[in-house]
């Protein structure tokens, strides 16, 4: 498994009684990434997009050139409503080792309530569905997700509001 250094540690299986090796990579380039790729052979490679805490993205070109390689690559998206980046969710339709993350605590403002949800190519939720526990999601976690997304003012407010918090002080 390979995550780039500040991947959040949430990214970590450490609590997970699976052996896994995990490499880290400290200054986090494509070419790092794909060195790191063709010397560790991982199976699973984490990208966060946007990054947190530093806020960097990975570009397209990039992103395509991690893909082409031979590993799963998970993308971390909790922070792309705040980034102007487009989301490439639509690409897990054409590639099938590419799986994207997202999460309501930053979107809609429920952070501690821990729901999100994810794309995953059709070959891989079986797999994902064998491993997923049961009642990993609350009842109460998947009320406050369902009315979020029943309310798209709701989070359009929030949203723009936490951007232009984050540039630039608040202005409603
Ligand atoms: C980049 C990133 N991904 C995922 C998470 C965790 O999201 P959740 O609150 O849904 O567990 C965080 C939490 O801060 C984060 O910074």
Redesign the pocket.
């Known amino acids: 498994m390979c995550l780039c250094k500040h991947a959040?540690p949430?990214h970590s299986p450490s609590h997970h009684h699976t052996i896994i090796t995990i490499i880290t990579i400290i200054i986090p380039s494509h070419t790092a990434i794909l060195d790191a790729i063709a010397t560790h052979q991982p199976k699973v490679v984490f990208l966060?997009s946007p990054n947190?805490p530093d806020g960097s993205t990975i570009d397209e070109e990039s992103l395509l050139a991690i893909l082409n390689q031979p590993v799963l690559v998970v993308l971390?998206e909790?922070?792309i409503e705040f980034s102007g980046e487009p989301t490439r969710m639509p690409w897990v339709l054409q590639r099938p080792n590419l799986v994207v993350l997202r999460?309501f605590?930053k979107m809609a403002g429920l952070?501690g309530i821990?729901v999100?949800y994810g794309a995953f190519p059709d070959g891989l939720i079986e797999y994902i569905w064998r491993a997923k526990q049961p009642y990993n999601v609350s009842v109460a976690a998947e009320v406050a997700a369902l009315a979020a997304l029943s309310n798209m003012p709701y989070l359009e407010v929030w949203g723009g509001g936490l951007w232009r918090g984050r540039c630039g002080g608040w202005v409603e």
């Open positions: 959040t949430c966060t947190n971390d909790a922070y999460t605590s952070a821990r999100g």
